[in-house]
């Protein structure tokens, strides 16, 4: 495995979207300080997804200011999100099928609006209710933590509809829940209420839907309050940790430590 203390460069910040790039992409940001709120926000389409939104989360995670600490994912209205516009779900758009670079270059953009949500340097919530279908399950599942209302219901809704997962929600789904009931879940597209999500591993969090905001922001101050420099360096700790044997990880684990006591304590002493 590559040294995971090697940090990826921060992308220019000059790609930010503008309020009416977002406003198109059905996206509100807000950064409070350290915390930074998206809100996925087309409630009367039930935050459906487009192209444009999946680009507009790609560049906040692409311009996010080095301060922010807690990424939270929220929906307005209704539901966290009824997945790709369906309006959408007829291969327009969607580049020459003859080039499978092409295609493969489009899809890999797609992906970039979650793989940003591992990224060390952040923890992602995803403060979910109502339904979070196919792309907004997936969205879900690209978070650290997922604070759920007990009103969600999950639905991985892809292979019914003919094509598979893929904005990145199969590895973790696989990693909380094991193949066969991702098989399961995935081949049979059926709805995962609440409870069973929480029996699941699906959610860190289920409340009632009127406390769901409150939770997210004692979550949020909870995870204010640790020193920043070892959250970052455990959330790349605990990320390595399933690839890697034993021998690696306690290999990591004295990496990251001695990175932390020449921060905490100076070199001479690690
Ligand atoms: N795309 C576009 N419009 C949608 C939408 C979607 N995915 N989901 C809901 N809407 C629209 C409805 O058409 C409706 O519009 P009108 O008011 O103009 O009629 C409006 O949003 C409200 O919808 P409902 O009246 O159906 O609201 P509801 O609360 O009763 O039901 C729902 C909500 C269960 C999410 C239902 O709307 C639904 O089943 N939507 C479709 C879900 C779906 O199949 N998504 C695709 C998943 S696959 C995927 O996501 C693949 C991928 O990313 C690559």
Redesign the pocket.
Known sequence: MSDARVEEPRPDPATSPNEAELAEAGLRLDVDGAIATITLNRP???N??TFATWRGLAGIGESLPDGVRVVVLRGAG??FS??????M?SGGGFPDGADAAASDRFIAGLQESSTWLRRPEIVSIAAVH??A????F?LALSCDIRVIADDTKFCM??PA?G?V???TGTKPLVEIVGVNRALELCLTARTVLADEAARLGLAEYVVPRADLDKTVDELVTALLAVNPGAAVATKRLLLEAPGNTLEEQCAAERREQIGRLRELFGSQNA
């Open positions: 009367e389409r039930r459906a997804l209704p539901s009824a997945g790709i516009d369906l309006g779900f109502g339904h279908i196919g792309g907004g997936q809704k892809e509809l094509i997962p893929d904005l």
